[in-house]
C-alpha cells in the first residue's frame, strides 16, 4: 500500500484516536458528515456491551480540507474518547503518584501473553489497551474517506452477516440492503435473525461469546486494478492481508473461498459472455464465482469477499489462566465487553476493503487533482473494449 496511506495512533481508554491519510488527490468534497454515518454503524448491532453506551463517535478533521474540498496534503481526524474521564489516572500521559493496579492475569485469545512477552511490559494494560478493538473506530473513520474518494465513481461497498453462533442465513438475491441495515444483526433474512439474537441472549448469562461469518461486496469496480505482475500486488492479497488485519478475524475468502476446493473446475471457473450480452457493462461472466477478481486483477464483476470472526476473548466467566508475575493458575482478567461483535465487524471489513481499493484506485489512475484522477480512469475505460471494436 502506498497511494493511499494511513497510520492510526490512540489506546482503548486513552484520550482518543488520531488519524492521518496521506495520498487523496487534491479537490475531493469532503466533510465530517461523510464520515459520521459509518462511525454511527459501527457502534451498533445485537450483542454489544456497555461502552457502545458511553461513545458517541464523531470524527473530527482537523487538517487537510479546507472549504470543503481536499488540498492534496495529509488529512488528520480526531476522535475523543469520551470514556476517558474515567481512566485519567490510568491511563496517565505524565507519570501520576498514586499506585496504578497492574493487570497481570491473562486472557486466553488475547495480544496479553504474546504481546508483553515481546515488548517486556509487566503490566498486561500496555498491550490490551492498543490491541482493543477500540481501534477499529479510526479505521472506520478513513475507510468513510476512502469510501469518498471511490463513490465519485460510482463505487459502492456492502456487507452482511452471514452466520452468528452457528445460526447461518439463506441469502436472497437479490440482497435488500435497507433491510439489512435495519436488522439488528445486520442480516438478510429476518428468520435467521432472530436466531441469530436467540443465539446471543443464549450465551451472555453463560459469560459467554459468539462468532460468525460476514460478507463484504464492492459494486461498481472496473476491470483492471491489482496487477499479476508482483505476489504484493495482487488484489486478492492485498485485501485478505487487510482483512485479517481486524481484530478478532481468523479466515478470509474470495467468492467461493473454500467451498471451492470442494468442486470440479467445470462448476467452478466463470464462462466469459458474448458481446451481446454484456447489458451496458464490458466483459461480463455468466457466474461470479471468483468474487470478482482473477489472477489479482478485477474483473469487472462484483467484488465477494468474505471472512470468518471467532468469539471475542473477553469472557464474564473468565477461562482458566496464569498470571504473568508468578505462573500460577488463575481465573483470567475481565474488562467489560460485548458478547457478540459479528454485526459490526461487517463494517470494520467494508472500511478495509474500502481502503485497499481506494489504493489500487490510485496506483492504476492516480493524479494530484480529482479531475486528474477522472480523466485517467475515462481514458482506461474507452480503452477495454473487443480489440477489433476499438481500433
Known sequence: MGHFRFLTAGESHGKGLTMVIEGLPAGLPLSEADIAPDLARRQGGYGRGGRMKIEKDRAEITAGVRHGRTLGSPVALWIENRDWVNWTEKMAVEPVETEIERVTRLRPGHADL?????????????????ASARETAARVAVGAVARRLLAEFGVEIRSHVLSIGGVEASVPDPIDWNAVEASPVRCADPVAAEAMVAAINAAKPDGDTVGGEIEVRAMGVPPGLGSHVHWDRKLDGRIAQAILSINAFKAVGLGLGFEAARMRGSRVHDVILPVDQWQGRPWRHATNNAGGIEAGITTGED?????????????????????LDTGEEVLAHYERSDVCVVPAGGVVAEAMVAIVLADAWLEKFGGDTLEEVRRNYEGFLATIGPRARSS
Do not use: C, M, Q, W
Not at 504474546?114 to 492498543?130: H, Q, S, W
Not at 467484488?303 to 498470571?323: E, F, G, M, N, Y
Open 114 to 130: 504474546p504481546g508483553t512477552l515481546k515488548y517486556g511490559f509487566d503490566d498486561v494494560r500496555n498491550v490490551l489497551e492498543r
Open 303 to 323: 467484488i465477494i469477499v468474505r471472512a470468518a470472526i471467532k468469539p471475542i476473548p473477553t469472557l464474564a466467566h473468565p477461562l482458566p489462566s496464569v498470571d
